[in-house]
């Protein structure tokens, strides 16, 4: 088979790409830029320019493909992301005539809204309480209503994620912190409960997802490597470093009064009930299809993030 990586040149695109190599499974590299998708490529995949933007981009990103894997970011921003359902639409009508057999889209946990439970599965009611997470309700909407027996679509929810190469990330910028010995900056508040996944661990599952042998569609979850806070994670940053943490949390108030200058802590403003309210995700059901599930500890994933940014201009 061949799986056609939408957004390959992210970090869950690079994840799944790498994870892909490691199979000597056969894969396409789709993105909108040569550059970076000629940086990832290993011999014998192909690299196919295309914006899936457009129908005539969605046809030319997938044809030929057995599988494909929907990686794709937009800008953070409600108008960016109004994008994801229309696009959806025409990814999913030409995956549909060009005979795609199954469709993995990565998204997060912004459809599910505030958490009514300790524990969020799959079947917890998807209530999202701003517009980016309306949008990718719709978009995952589309996604899975569009299944049938001749293509099987899936939803991968992953809460944050972390890990070598993640940009647009306070997390990245406190490991980028750690290693040059400077203090990090944190969106307060960081001290209640929190999960992170790893961005290296994402692409196995993915993989394993695009080329399962039984029925897959449908929704699951993939959570982090057990509970912890921001500011735990961003600490071991600074101990991976050898280096005593050095952090600055910056309270809500403060977002607030920032964000009247700062578009980007504005639009994080409609986010921040994840850091009071976190979302804890239940993926029993992924761990019950994929029994050798790995997941790396934060231990390790924060020295390999921290390994990265050290070798990573600022």
Not at 82 to 99: C, D, H, Q, S, T
Not at 244 to 265: A, D, I, N
Request: proline share 9%.
């Amino acid at each position: 088979m061949t799986l056609a990586i939408i957004g390959a040149a992210g970090a869950i695109g690079r994840s799944i790409a790498t994870a892909c190599h490691d199979a000597n499974l056969p894969i396409r590299l789709v993105g909108r830029r040569e550059a970076p998708l000629a940086a990832l490529a290993a011999p014998g995949d192909e690299i196919v320019l295309a914006d899936v933007s457009t129908p005539a981009g969605c046809r030319s990103a997938i044809e030929g493909c057995d599988a494909a894997v929907y990686a794709l970011g937009l800008p953070y921003t409600n108008a960016g992301f109004a994008a994801f359902p229309p696009m959806m639409e025409a990814f999913v009508a030409a995956a549909r005539e060009k005979g795609v057999k199954r469709i993995v889209l990565i998204t997060n946990v912004y459809p599910y809204g505030r958490p009514l439970t300790p524990l969020v599965a799959e079947t917890h009611p998807r209530d999202p309480v701003m517009a980016k997470g309306e949008y990718r309700k719709s978009q995952e909407d589309i996604l899975l209503a569009a299944s049938s027996p001749g293509m099987e679509t899936i939803s991968l929810r992953l809460p944050d994620f972390y890990g070598p190469g993640v940009e647009n990330s306070l997390l990245t910028l406190a490991a980028k912190a750690a290693a040059a010995g400077t203090t990090g900056m944190l969106l307060g508040p960081a001290d209640t409960p929190h999960e992170f996944v790893f961005t290296p661990d994402v692409g196995p599952v993915v993989r394993a997802l695009a080329v399962h042998e039984g029925p897959v569609a449908g929704a699951y979850n993939l959570a982090g490597a057990g509970v912890i806070t921001q500011r735990k994670l961003a600490e071991l940053f600074y101990r991976a470093a050898g280096r005593e943490p050095k952090l600055r949390v910056m309270p809500p108030w403060q977002q607030s009064l920032v964000g009247l200058f700062m578009p980007v802590l504005r639009e994080l403003k409609d986010v921040r009930y994840l850091s009071e309210t976190p979302i804890l995700l239940d993926d029993a059901k992924l761990r019950a299809l994929l029994p050798g599930l790995a997941k790396t500890p934060y231990e390790d994933g924060a020295r390999r993030t921290v390994q990265a940014a050290s070798v990573t201009p600022s």
